[in-house]
Every structure is written in structure tokens, then in C-alpha cells.
């Protein structure tokens, strides 16, 4: 299994320029997400999606889109980017859980660093 | 609403003392606390988490974490440093599933870099 992908790995961007993040798992996970890492703040949920076709706002959701046409993959667009989206940016998977107290771990990509010129 | 604070963004020790990175939350309700590790250039690693089981929590590499409700803590601890354990650690919290829909949104604090010296 490779677990959780992330492509590309690195990217550069102008202002304005408009990019796709690509995410795949292949553990047959129905919960993903997407974070934006920022030096002193951790990680930030950007979007997420409980299962195929469905997409909900995180914390930082301004700038971004989301899609997720097929369970496996989990798309980030970036419309019209700009410099405060610079950052590492990490896709993770996570099994739904399936009684009331259980938990199950989210598994995380290698991430993506975008820097916005 | 739910938050972390790591105090100190930056910890060093050497090679064979005590480590131990701080960790404290806040959740109204019955929260799942873990800790993350991120070596230089990878994702992230689960290290161990707590999900109101033992409040003492053992996890991979020789760290453990005990979750005090009363201090609202979460300190995470190993009891001789390598220098392999080197990286940047992260606590998180999450509502357990009986509160959160079974969504499981990880709230991370905003990290601890551990540096390890010989």
C-alpha cells in the first residue's frame, strides 16, 4: 500500500495563477482532508469530505476549493492564488468510524510546499 | 469550542536526559488527545493518542503521555533523548465521536521543535 500521496511535492506560483492539488489513498478511507501547515500555527483544516461527492468549510476554507468525484481522491484548487497562501500544504485519510466511542487515526501525505510569488 | 497550546516553540535537551514537551487543552466535553511527530521534510506520524482509556498512554519510540483532567494537560514525555528523536511535535484534540457526528476534526496546537544534543 502506498498510503496517502500527495502530487507535486514542490510548486512555484505567480499571483493570480491558478493550481490543482492532487491527493490519493488507496487504504479505501471514506473521511479526507486537507491542512495548510504555517510556521507557530500548527496545522489548519482547510476542507474535508466524509465520502464520495460531499465536501464541507474547515477553519481556513477562504481561497480554496475542493472536490471529491471519487472515494480515493481528493482534489485542492486554487483559483486565483495569492502570497498568504504560501505554505506546506498535507492531505489526510481517515477510516469512518463505525461505533460510538471508537477512533480511528488519520493518516497523513509527505505534503506539498506551494510558495506564491 | 475546542483549542491547544504547546508551551515553548522551541525545546532542547541532550542526548539522554529527560524530555518532556508540554501540552494543555480546552474541550467542553470529553475530548481524544494525541501527540504527532513530523520528521524534517515528511507528514506527519501518529506517536500516541488518548481515547479515555488509560489515562497513561504509551506510545511508539519509548514516549508516553499522561492526560490529567483536572490540569486540562497532556504533557508528552521520554525518559532519555536520542538524537534520532529530533523533530517538531504536535498536539491535537478532537471531540470524541459521540459529540462530533463522528467527523473527528483534529485541532492542533502549533507545535514544539525538539532539538537533541550530544
Known amino acids: 500500500n502506498a498510503g496517502v500521496t500527495q502530487t507535486p511535492k514542490f510548486r512555484v506560483l505567480k499571483t493570480g495563477q491558478s493550481m490543482t492539488l492532487l491527493c490519493a489513498q488507496d487504504?479505501?478511507?471514506?473521511?479526507m482532508y486537507w491542512y495548510r501547515q504555517d510556521p507557530g500555527m500548527g496545522l489548519r483544516l482547510i476542507h474535508y469530505?466524509?465520502?464520495?461527492?460531499?465536501?464541507a468549510k474547515g477553519e481556513v476554507p477562504d481561497g480554496y476549493n475542493v472536490s471529491r468525484l471519487k472515494k480515493q481522491n481528493f482534489l485542492l484548487g486554487l483559483e486565483s492564488a495569492a502570497p498568504s497562501q504560501t505554505s506546506v500544504y498535507f492531505c489526510?485519510?481517515?477510516?469512518?468510524?463505525?461505533?460510538?466511542?471508537?477512533?480511528?487515526?488519520?493518516?497523513f501525505g509527505p505534503g506539498t510546499r506551494l510558495t506564491v510569488l | 469550542a475546542q483549542s491547544v497550546t504547546q508551551l515553548g516553540s522551541h525545546v532542547s535537551v541532550s542526548e539522554g536526559a529527560l524530555v518532556l514537551l508540554r501540552c494543555n487543552y480546552s474541550?467542553?466535553?470529553?475530548?481524544?488527545l494525541f501527540w504527532y511527530v513530523q520528521y524534517p521534510n515528511q507528514g506527519l506520524q501518529l506517536l500516541l493518542k488518548y481515547t479515555s482509556a488509560a489515562t497513561l498512554v504509551k506510545g511508539i519510540n519509548g514516549f508516553e503521555a499522561e492526560f490529567k483532567k483536572s490540569e486540562t494537560s497532556f504533557h508528552l514525555t521520554k525518559p532519555s533523548a536520542h538524537m534520532s528523536d529530533a523533530a517538531e511535535y504536535f498536539c491535537a484534540v478532537s471531540l470524541t465521536p459521540l459529540f462530533s457526528g463522528g467527523y473527528n476534526k483534529l485541532i492542533f496546537g502549533a507545535g514544539t521543535r525538539l532539538a537533541v544534543h550530544p
Open positions: 489526510a485519510s481517515r477510516k469512518r468510524v463505525t461505533t460510538p466511542q471508537s477512533y480511528n487515526e488519520q493518516f
Open positions: 469530505s466524509v465520502g464520495e461527492g460531499t465536501t
Open positions: 487504504m479505501n478511507h471514506e473521511y
Open positions: 474541550s467542553s466535553v470529553p475530548p481524544y
